[in-house]
């Protein structure tokens, strides 16, 4: 009989299935009911934190994400629960300090989470080291966290076998726990999937695990491809919301490796069940809109034009703004052109909004670099990091002619700013974490505070002004 290696699911319901699909509008009253259900199943994890979860969940949902992570904790008692961290960036849009960063990773693990998964848009991993070590220091002092290291996964000249093989041995080097490869466009056909993890796996002993998205219709089978070669851990989301711009379906993959020797293991009636639970929600958000018909099917033009799901609404919203929806091909055309003049970074958060962005204002003021964004310049002056193709030389001295640039890691320049943060705000500070809600969205954050203390001290909502962020008291 061959060697049993039953293959692990990450179960994304909670963070990114909802985020692909509806714009990361889930509440915590959804989520908390099915919990101790899918505690049940022995998934490897339930992915249930990250910035798009943060960032609406006091934008939108008026709800403090601590408070939600402190509740599934509480609901979750086997299964480890993972968030997706932006490197430097925590789970905002600019570079932090390394105290913030640290902070950071201590009250994740703190309010429960096991698994960070960290994860650069430049793969740039000295962005990466910080938030590896703030991990490894709470792991050695409380026996809780693993640092699993993503690799954004994209494709271009420099992104050859040996480029992703050497990064892999130096994620290891790094102490990290795990590698994750991080394909948000769904880029990674099959037999290509075979090739990476077969050489990925011959030079790290590090479990090895796989996120992909549904948009190109191929995801399913490069998880067979990757599993047949080796993958640790795949990444799914139960059937309700999974396909389209979300994961694989994980009762598909569970019935797939079914009596191989990578059987999961799970109970398909326990995940028909909750499935069942969370069938109704997507009716509701089909019926209320939330949930667009347009992202359940194949998109295969993300193969062509290599662009993330959501960096391609924030596109049309843009060109919607200006009255230019007619403009979309020659944004999509300008997309690798400003991708290649930056260096060929992967397209994700925040690059891919960086790239999009400047594409747009690119075509749109019918001159190259007329006009550079505040990100643009920052990518070009170093400050997001090093990319792994040189910069343009001619668009550096068109967009920052004369300024200094710089090759050390971006938050070696960085003063510590805790103490500054937590003055800003302290007023509002009701738990230390406020302090890390601040630092990453400050203004947002600052309305949640505002709304809670309204909620804390019974406004009537009814005059409540939420339009201008006004609660009388
Ligand atoms: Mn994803």
Not at 288 to 297: E, H, T
Request: with cysteine; glycine share 6%.
């Amino acid at each position: 009989m061959a060697e049993q290696k039953p293959v692990k699911i990450m179960e994304t319901v909670l963070r990114d299935a909802h985020q692909s699909l509806i714009a990361t509008r889930m509440p915590t009253e959804m989520m908390l009911p099915i919990v101790e259900k899918m505690d049940k199943i022995g998934y490897h994890a339930v992915e249930c934190w990250g910035g798009a979860t943060f960032d609406a969940s006091l934008r939108f949902l008026k709800e403090d994400p601590w408070d939600r992570l402190r509740k599934l904790r509480d609901g979750f008692k086997n299964t480890k629960l993972q968030m997706l961290f932006r490197g430097q960036n925590i789970l905002g849009y600019r570079p932090y300090a390394d105290d913030v960063v640290d902070s950071f990773v201590e009250k994740s693990i703190a309010n429960g989470i096991d698994i960070i998964r960290i994860f650069d848009c430049l793969n740039d991993l000295r962005n990466l080291q910080e938030a590896v070590n703030a991990t490894n220091k709470v792991k050695k002092q409380e026996g809780r966290g693993h640092a699993q290291v993503a690799l954004s996964y994209t494709l271009g000249d420099a992104y050859t076998l040996e480029y992703w093989t050497d990064m892999a041995k130096k994620i290891e080097e790094m102490g990290a726990d795990s590698i994750c490869i991080k394909d948000m466009a769904g880029l990674l056909v099959p037999y290509k999937a075979s090739e990476l993890i077969t050489a990925m796996k011959s030079v790290t002993k590090l479990p090895i695990q796989l996120h992909t998205h549904y948009t190109s219709g191929v995801a399913s089978m490069t998880y067979l491809k990757a599993v047949e070669a080796g993958v640790d851990v795949i990444d799914c989301a139960i059937s309700p919301f999974a396909m389209g711009t979300s994961q694989p379906a994980t009762e598909v993959m569970v019935e797939t490796f079914k009596g191989t020797p990578y059987d999961t293991g799970y109970d398909q009636n326990l995940l028909a069940e909750i499935a069942d639970y969370f069938r109704p929600y997507r009716d509701e958000c089909l019926a209320s809109g939330l949930l667009n018909p347009k992202v359940m099917g194949v998109d295969i033009k993300t193969l062509l034009y290599q662009v993330p799901g959501g960096m391609l609404s924030n596109m049309v919203s843009q060109l919607k703004e200006q009255n230019a929806e007619d403009k979309y091909y020659d944004v999509l055309k300008e997309i690798p052109q400003v991708r290649k003049d930056l260096g060929e970074p992967p397209l994700v958060t925040p690059s891919s909004q960086i790239v999009g962005t400047q594409a747009v204002f690119n075509v749109l003021m019918g001159e190259r670099y007329k006009m550079a964004t505040k990100e643009t310049k920052a990518v070009l002056r170093g400050e997001y990091g090093q990319t792994v193709k040189p910069m343009s030389q001619e668009v550096i001295d068109k967009v920052i002619p004369g300024e200094k640039r710089i090759t050390c890691r971006p938050a070696d320049l960085l003063e510590n700013e805790m103490d500054k943060l937590e003055s800003e705000m302290k007023e509002w500070k009701q738990q230390d974490e406020d302090v890390l809600s601040y630092a990453l969205f400050p203004q947002v954050a600052t309305d949640f505070f505002k709304y809670r203390q309204a909620q804390q001290e019974k406004v009537d909502m009814s005059v409540a002004d939420t339009k201008n962020q006004a609660y009388p008291v």
